[in-house]
Nanobody, 115 residues
Framework: QVQLVESGGGLVQPGGSLRLSCSAS????????MAWYRQAPGQQRDLVAR???????SYADSVKGRFTISRDNAKNTGYLQMNSLNPEDTAIYYC?????????WGQGTQVTVSS
């Protein structure tokens, strides 16, 4: 049974930082690509960052230079380090993998950036 569980969201002030975690089970985590998406109220769900099994990464233009995606395959966990947060980053953040010929999503974790 594939399961993804996000954690680490919360309320931060503009300019602050958060690290999100995505704990995976039921898959050979080291063998699959992982991505982070986010969805703000009234908006579509947009790609934030993605990372290959080998560790190569790419980012949406809106977060380049501020966010870093990483993974610890020994812990079956992926991460999204978010720095210099601004109110436009407020959204529910979702972890995604592609495995067994389908998408898998976590339940999401809320990130709110506000003073």
């Amino acid at each position: 049974q594939v399961q993804l569980v996000e954690s680490g969201g919360g309320l931060v002030q503009p300019g602050g930082s958060l690290r999100l975690s995505c704990s995976a089970s039921g898959i050979i985590f080291r063998a699959v690509p992982m991505a982070w998406y986010r969805q703000a109220p009234g908006q579509q769900r947009d790609l934030v960052a993605r990372i290959s099994p080998g560790g190569s990464s790419s980012y949406a233009d809106s977060v380049k230079g501020r966010f870093t995606i990483s993974r610890d395959n020994a812990k079956n966990t992926g991460y999204l380090q978010m720095n210099s947060l601004n109110p436009e980053d407020t959204a529910i953040y979702y972890c995604q993998i592609i495995a067994n010929a389908r998408y898998y999503w976590g339940q999401g974790t809320q990130v709110t950036v506000s003073s």
